[in-house]
């Protein structure tokens, strides 16, 4: 127990009382400690507020302590209440850990060692993906501060600057194969695009934190400390693909012709030397001394790199002077193209290129010219029919080759301005050209303008397939026709072509022009035979004589007419499709599936079989009716021009048994072909023969009676 006079003793009390005091002026040295999070590097902020916590902790401790509480209770008892009630607030210790619990939120399991212990590019772009995910994240669940959160984010740049100097530094830069110190530098860019990304996601986050918790307008601006490592190696990679440029171009190029070993041998060595002097340069130093010294360095490179300039100049020159056309020409530049980009040896040629790009640009008028003379009026045109390439279709793939001839044309002014070319004078007038006249050839338009044409007519399969009507060439007399739109194979033709060249064709135009192929076969098949019969039955008419020979097999003919005058398209359509559709059935087992399919297979067959075999039967009905009118008018002809023999042969007995017996043999024949009502022609080719004779005979009889009178 505490002796009760030492409550009364005001020099203890007021010991007592000092001593609480300094423990708050010593606790508000840690409350009030804070650091500005724009110096130092992210770990550094890191630690700062995770070793807050931990003092703000053990001060807790302390002051739940046995002696804290007991000198608290007799400043209580004494009733020195303002030491006692004010002690928590003047020390701050309640704000201070709400700011820390709150930070902390964030600080916790921040990913930063991902970034620092990284060993190559690949493991830097992950950590800053980590990073920069778990800030994110945090930030919006966290009260840490936006004004905070930048030059955190700034603190971030600083380490990713300090990770890609420690990891590139290893490796040494400028003694790299071209090969692999581009696919590093572009791997570092990847890295340094990450960081673009995520930084941008962070500042559109942190607008809108600043909007949602009302805190006063800041410039949302994060600076990257790791930017003028960034320009430098953009820089460096550029410099080293110019070099290597230089470099191919002298090896592909000047050690063809006649300039001698020496002299190409000198030029490689040239600038080989001329890459040592920048060789030893630090690239990642960026500081103003390092600066200083990658200047001299390149000074010094480019002294030398003139020597071999001058070199390239007169080989190139003298190849252009003994080129004896333009094309040699275009071959030249090609072959130096990739050294254009150098303003020294782009001047010493600029005569020659003004003279190539004037052939470019006539080459490209005429191929405006051929244009604007249209598909239909041009040789492709006439061979597209003669390939059965419909006319839409045929358009397209003209106006792609001419898009293909102007494509090779500005390849070639590239040859001739080397890359960038665009950005010249002369480049952006032929550029502004080529854009125009590259809108004129957008295919689009045309295909946009058949499919509305198409969508507008009515082209289904279906109707009738014998169409019979009057024909004014012959008098209104009926002829026979098939009732098929030509329009339909035209149809099923464009849609194929257009889905060749990558068009989006609708389903239905799909599906009428499927219709129109599974009927085409047959379509063309009735259209050549029926065009065959009238053919046939013109060239019948035009020798009536043999009309009733042939009357069997016209017969014939409208017979199988007459059968299928009551087809209709529709029914090629479906049996085609029931057959298809069968087929897939029939692949289902066994069950009720497996036989369904099969009867339906069974039955697509059987229609298809059945239309199959009248457009056969018709083919082959007309063929033969076509084969024996034509057989038929022959030997018509030979009996006339043996009936004519008999009446002009000598009047001899042998000569008239041999040309009787010829006539005889053509009868014969005639009967062995079957021809229809061949007695009763008989009958009149006798009558013929009966009066040819007595005309002869009668002559003979005057001569007689001449002679003797």
């Given at each position: 127990?505490?002796?009760?006079?030492?409550?009364?003793?005001?020099?203890?009390?007021?010991?007592?009382?000092?001593?609480?005091?300094?423990?708050?002026?010593?606790?508000?040295?840690?409350?009030?400690?804070?650091?500005?999070?724009?110096?130092?590097?992210?770990?550094?902020?890191?630690?700062?507020?995770?070793?807050?916590?931990?003092?703000?902790?053990?001060?807790?401790?302390?002051?739940?302590?046995?002696?804290?509480?007991?000198?608290?209770?007799?400043?209580?008892?004494?009733?020195?209440?303002?030491?006692?009630?004010?002690?928590?607030?003047?020390?701050?210790?309640?704000?201070?850990?709400?700011?820390?619990?709150?930070?902390?939120?964030?600080?916790?399991?921040?990913?930063?060692?991902?970034?620092?212990?990284?060993?190559?590019?690949?493991?830097?772009?992950?950590?800053?993906?980590?990073?920069?995910?778990?800030?994110?994240?945090?930030?919006?669940?966290?009260?840490?501060?936006?004004?905070?959160?930048?030059?955190?984010?700034?603190?971030?740049?600083?380490?990713?600057?300090?990770?890609?100097?420690?990891?590139?530094?290893?490796?040494?830069?400028?003694?790299?194969?071209?090969?692999?110190?581009?696919?590093?530098?572009?791997?570092?860019?990847?890295?340094?695009?990450?960081?673009?990304?995520?930084?941008?996601?962070?500042?559109?986050?942190?607008?809108?934190?600043?909007?949602?918790?009302?805190?006063?307008?800041?410039?949302?601006?994060?600076?990257?400390?790791?930017?003028?490592?960034?320009?430098?190696?953009?820089?460096?990679?550029?410099?080293?693909?110019?070099?290597?440029?230089?470099?191919?171009?002298?090896?592909?190029?000047?050690?063809?012709?006649?300039?001698?070993?020496?002299?190409?041998?000198?030029?490689?060595?040239?600038?080989?030397?001329?890459?040592?002097?920048?060789?030893?340069?630090?690239?990642?130093?960026?500081?103003?001394?390092?600066?200083?010294?990658?200047?001299?360095?390149?000074?010094?490179?480019?002294?030398?790199?003139?020597?071999?300039?001058?070199?390239?100049?007169?080989?190139?020159?003298?190849?252009?002077?003994?080129?004896?056309?333009?094309?040699?020409?275009?071959?030249?530049?090609?072959?130096?193209?990739?050294?254009?980009?150098?303003?020294?040896?782009?001047?010493?040629?600029?005569?020659?290129?003004?003279?190539?790009?004037?052939?470019?640009?006539?080459?490209?008028?005429?191929?405006?010219?051929?244009?604007?003379?249209?598909?239909?009026?041009?040789?492709?045109?006439?061979?597209?029919?003669?390939?059965?390439?419909?006319?839409?279709?045929?358009?397209?793939v003209w106006i792609r080759q001419i898009e293909r001839q102007l494509d090779m044309y500005m390849r070639r002014v590239e040859d001739v301005l080397g890359r960038g070319w665009e950005l010249y004078?002369?480049?952006?007038?032929?550029?502004?050209?080529?854009?125009?006249?590259?809108?004129?050839?957008?295919?689009?338009?045309?295909?946009?303008?058949?499919?509305?044409?198409?969508?507008?007519?009515?082209?289904?399969?279906?109707?009738?397939?014998?169409?019979?009507?009057?024909?004014?060439?012959?008098?209104?007399?009926?002829?026979?026709?098939?009732?098929?739109?030509?329009?339909?194979?035209?149809?099923?033709?464009?849609?194929?072509?257009?889905?060749?060249?990558?068009?989006?064709?609708?389903?239905?135009?799909?599906?009428?022009?499927?219709?129109?192929?599974?009927?085409?076969?047959?379509?063309?098949?009735?259209?050549?035979?029926?065009?065959?019969?009238?053919?046939?039955?013109?060239?019948?008419?035009?020798?009536?004589?043999?009309?009733?020979?042939?009357?069997?097999?016209?017969?014939?003919?409208?017979?199988?007419?007459?059968?299928?005058?009551?087809?209709?398209?529709?029914?090629?359509?479906?049996?085609?499709?029931?057959?298809?559709?069968?087929?897939?059935?029939?692949?289902?087992?066994?069950?009720?599936?497996?036989?369904?399919?099969?009867?339906?297979?069974?039955?697509?067959?059987?229609?298809?079989?059945?239309?199959?075999?009248?457009?056969?039967?018709?083919?082959?009905?007309?063929?033969?009716?076509?084969?024996?009118?034509?057989?038929?008018?022959?030997?018509?002809?030979?009996?006339?021009?043996?009936?004519?023999?008999?009446?002009?042969?000598?009047?001899?007995?042998?000569?008239?048994?041999?040309?009787?017996?010829?006539?005889?043999?053509?009868?014969?024949?005639?009967?062995?072909?079957?021809?229809?009502?061949?007695?009763?022609?008989?009958?009149?080719?006798?009558?013929?023969?009966?009066?040819?004779?007595?005309?002869?005979?009668?002559?003979?009889?005057h001569a007689w009676i001449a002679e003797f009178d």
């Amino acid at each position: 127990a505490m002796d009760a006079a030492l409550l009364s003793d005001s020099g203890f009390l007021n010991q007592l009382q000092g001593d609480v005091n300094g423990w708050i002026k010593e606790i508000q040295k840690v409350t009030k400690l804070d650091r500005d999070p724009g110096s130092g590097t992210t770990s550094q902020e890191i630690n700062f507020w995770l070793s807050m916590e931990r003092a703000l902790d053990r001060i807790e401790d302390q002051l739940a302590s046995d002696e804290i509480v007991l000198t608290m209770d007799v400043l209580k008892a004494a009733k020195r209440f303002h030491a006692t009630v004010s002690f928590r607030t003047d020390t701050g210790l309640k704000e201070a850990g709400d700011r820390v619990q709150k930070y902390n939120v964030l600080m916790k399991d921040f990913p930063i060692n991902e970034l620092l212990a990284a060993t190559d590019i690949g493991r830097i772009s992950v950590g800053v993906e980590l990073i920069f995910g778990h800030f994110i994240k945090k930030l919006k669940l966290t009260a840490y501060p936006v004004v905070r959160a930048l030059p955190l984010a700034e603190a971030i740049s600083r380490d990713l600057h300090d990770q890609l100097a420690k990891v590139l530094g290893h490796v040494r830069l400028m003694h790299m194969d071209y090969a692999d110190f581009d696919r590093l530098v572009r791997e570092t860019q990847g890295a340094l695009d990450v960081w673009e990304t995520q930084a941008k996601e962070l500042a559109n986050l942190a607008r809108e934190l600043t909007r949602k918790r009302s805190e006063k307008f800041i410039p949302i601006k994060i600076r990257a400390a790791h930017a003028p490592l960034q320009e430098r190696l953009r820089f460096v990679h550029q410099f080293r693909q110019q070099h290597e440029q230089l470099q191919q171009t002298i090896v592909r190029v000047m050690a063809q012709g006649g300039g001698g070993a020496g002299g190409d041998s000198s030029a490689i060595d040239e600038i080989r030397l001329a890459y040592d002097i920048v060789r030893i340069v630090d690239v990642l130093d960026v500081t103003p001394d390092g600066a200083d010294a990658w200047e001299r360095g390149e000074t010094a490179y480019n002294e030398r790199v003139a020597r071999v300039e001058n070199q390239i100049i007169a080989r190139l020159r003298d190849r252009l002077a003994t080129a004896r056309n333009a094309s040699e020409m275009f071959r030249v530049f090609s072959k130096f193209n990739a050294l254009f980009v150098r303003p020294k040896i782009r001047g010493a040629i600029q005569e020659y290129q003004t003279q190539l790009i004037s052939s470019v640009k006539d080459d490209i008028r005429r191929l405006h010219d051929t244009f604007k003379r249209n598909y239909r009026r041009s040789e492709a045109s006439v061979m597209s029919q003669l390939r059965d390439v419909p006319p839409v279709s045929g358009a397209i793939v003209w106006i792609r080759q001419i898009e293909r001839q102007l494509d090779m044309y500005m390849r070639r002014v590239e040859d001739v301005l080397g890359r960038g070319w665009e950005l010249y004078a002369e480049g952006q007038r032929l550029q502004a050209d080529s854009a125009s006249f590259r809108r004129k050839l957008d295919t689009r338009p045309l295909y946009d303008a058949w499919y509305n044409d198409i969508s507008r007519r009515d082209l289904t399969v279906g109707g009738r397939v014998f169409l019979v009507t009057r024909h004014r060439a012959t008098g209104n007399a009926f002829q026979l026709g098939i009732s098929f739109d030509a329009q339909l194979i035209t149809l099923f033709k464009e849609v194929r072509e257009l889905m060749l060249l990558g068009f989006q064709v609708p389903h239905t135009l799909v599906t009428m022009a499927r219709d129109g192929k599974r009927v085409y076969p047959y379509a063309v098949s009735l259209m050549e035979t029926t065009k065959i019969y009238r053919q046939a039955s013109h060239r019948l008419q035009q020798h009536p004589e043999v009309l009733a020979l042939a009357a069997g097999y016209r017969s014939d003919v409208m017979l199988c007419v007459r059968k299928g005058m009551g087809l209709k398209w529709q029914y090629f359509v479906m049996s085609s499709a029931s057959g298809a559709g069968g087929g897939v059935g029939g692949v289902g087992g066994g069950g009720i599936g497996g036989g369904a399919g099969a009867v339906v297979g069974a039955m697509g067959d059987s229609h298809e079989n059945r239309n199959a075999a009248f457009v056969r039967e018709f083919s082959g009905v007309v063929s033969l009716f076509q084969e024996k009118v034509e057989a038929l008018i022959a030997l018509n002809d030979e009996i006339n021009g043996a009936v004519r023999e008999l009446s002009v042969c000598p009047y001899v007995q042998a000569n008239f048994t041999a040309i009787l017996d010829r006539i005889q043999a053509l009868i014969d024949r005639l009967n062995l072909d079957n021809y229809a009502n061949l007695e009763q022609w008989v009958g009149e080719l006798d009558g013929r023969l009966e009066q040819v004779l007595t005309m002869r005979l009668s002559r003979a009889i005057h001569a007689w009676i001449a002679e003797f009178d």
